[in-house]
């Protein structure tokens, strides 16, 4: 069976401080593919990143920074300096060979002023 | 370009009442399809998802069903709906090639009174 936790349901930093989301995935198959969707206030899904499975390499992009670990069944997600404009719904969601997306049940950011 | 139309955006229904809601995708073929549910404050629920015309996959049964009467077209039914069907439904696609990211429709927030 696929799942996806997100153990953090919220989590409040103070703005410049540097926060990451966990996100653990269970799946039997050996290919599968690992996102990150930011959910604004504004309601609307917005694709951060994928990750094959055959890929651990860790990725940066400006600010966001993921960790892909195979082995721990991981693949966090890292802010740093972190902005108010950061403060949205993050989820994190697995694709595997049936095509079958989930997402787990998200981690709510607050960024404080 | 690819675009995807869901509606209506905000729907009042009362309990017991049937319930339609429709997603088209343009400007690609043989898209998975895919409805989602974000009850308040929950994560995102995946209800049903489609890699074909007449192909439907449900992961939450109960008194909802989902219909792909053509390739482009994804409808989401329920005959009579319960107080526990409140939410905000989103209809989503991929291009079926298999781990690629999902592309969201705008939602429709549906209130069961």
């Known amino acids: 069976a696929q799942k996806v936790t997100q153990a953090q349901t919220e989590i409040s930093v103070v703005e410049k401080e540097d926060v990451t989301l966990d996100c653990v995935y269970e799946?039997?198959?050996?290919?599968?593919?690992l996102f990150w969707y930011k959910q604004p206030p504004s309601g609307e899904l917005v694709f951060l990143i994928r990750r094959n499975s055959f890929d651990e390499q860790n990725e940066i992009s400006g600010r966001y920074s993921w960790n892909f670990q195979k082995s721990t069944s991981s693949f966090n997600f890292t802010i740093t300096a972190s902005q108010v404009v950061d403060s949205a719904v993050y989820f994190c969601a697995l694709s595997s060979g049936d095509d079958k997306i989930i997402f787990g049940k998200g981690t709510r950011l607050h960024i404080l002023p | 370009s690819q675009t995807i139309h869901q509606w209506p955006a905000t729907l009042v229904q009362p309990v017991g009442s049937p319930l339609s809601l429709e997603c088209t995708v343009e400007g690609t073929s043989n898209p998975n399809l895919y409805w989602y549910r974000q009850a308040a404050g929950r994560g995102l629920q995946l209800l049903f998802y489609?890699?074909?015309?007449?192909?439907i996959s449900s992961e939450v049964p109960q008194n909802l069903s989902a219909s792909r009467p053509q390739d482009r077209q994804f409808i989401l039914s329920s005959k009579k709906l319960l107080l526990s069907d409140s939410g905000f439904y989103l209809c989503?696609?991929?291009?079926?090639?298999?781990?690629?990211?999902?592309?969201f429709g705008s939602g429709t927030q549906l209130s069961v009174l």
């Open positions: 799946t039997r198959d050996t290919t599968y593919y």
């Open positions: 489609s890699v074909g015309i007449g192909q």
């Open positions: 989503a696609w991929t291009s079926g090639t298999g781990g690629e990211k999902l592309f």
